[in-house]
């Protein structure tokens, strides 16, 4: 049989902030807020059911004959609108578990 050593794995020291002027927002890869980015989530939504709303406007009106186009813009906008709806529901679980926690 051979000799199997079992070596330990070197984990680094946490980092442990005590004043509280070290901590900061922490901020994405451009430099845009969290807010920012659902800000802008929220408005590529709204666009989307924009345009949704046109393609059935000018499918109704018979500018175009190409459904497919108008019910692919429409699920477009669903799936967008249902995931928009999904982070909504987390953001306000997640703020709901913060405010229960006891400090």
């Given amino acids: 049989m051979s ?5 330990n794995v070197g984990f680094p020291a946490p980092i442990i902030k005590t004043r509280p002027d070290e901590i900061r927002p922490a901020n994405n890869q ?5 807010g920012s980015l659902l800000h802008e989530a929220i408005d590529q939504v709204n666009e989307l059911q924009h345009q949704a709303g046109k393609e059935v406007q000018s499918l109704m009106t018979g500018e175009i004959k190409d459904i497919h186009s108008a019910m692919i813009a429409v699920q477009k906008a669903d799936v967008s609108f249902q995931m928009m709806m999904q982070v909504r529901n987390k953001l306000v679980s997640a703020y709901q578990e913060i405010m229960k926690m006891q400090v």
């Fill in 3 to 7: 000799e199997f050593s079992i070596q």
């Fill in 30 to 34: 451009n430099g845009s807020s969290f």
